[in-house]
């Protein structure tokens, strides 16, 4: 069993940047897949970035490539998001999630239902 608990969302005005932070309990973090989703108001809950169990390989959303970079720190638990040049479209609830290790492929981190543990959110407003 994994938890999630995200941090780090507020106001902040279009073009600058935030960190978000998901920290998880449990000893085998370092072995699950990680990923960020994001869901606005009235809209899906749609893929972000994820990020292999090593940190390796790493995989983002057309909409935030070259903005976003998504991290982790296996040794504290802990998986970030750098967000940069942030536009009012960023707007949403950001959502951290745990996969189990194994059964992902390079075109199936971007999938909801491939992730097993999800996080409460944390809320992004960006102004105009």
């Known amino acids: 069993q994994v938890q999630l608990a995200e941090s780090g969302g507020r106001l902040v005005q279009a073009g600058g940047s935030l960190r978000l932070s998901c920290a998880a309990s449990?000893?085998?973090?370092?072995?699950?897949?990680m990923g960020w989703f994001r869901q606005a108001p009235g809209k899906e809950r749609e893929f972000v970035g994820a990020i292999s169990w090593s940190g390796g390989r790493r995989y983002y959303a057309n909409s935030v490539k070259g903005r976003f970079t998504i991290s982790r720190d296996n040794a504290k638990n802990t998986v970030y998001l750098q967000m940069n040049s942030l536009q009012p479209e960023d707007t949403a609830l950001y959502f951290c999630a745990a996969g189990i290790p194994g059964k992902f492929s390079s075109n199936t981190y971007s999938r909801l239902e491939q992730y097993d543990y999800w996080g409460q959110g944390t809320q992004v407003t960006v102004s105009s």
């Open positions: 449990g000893r085998t973090f370092s072995s699950y897949a």
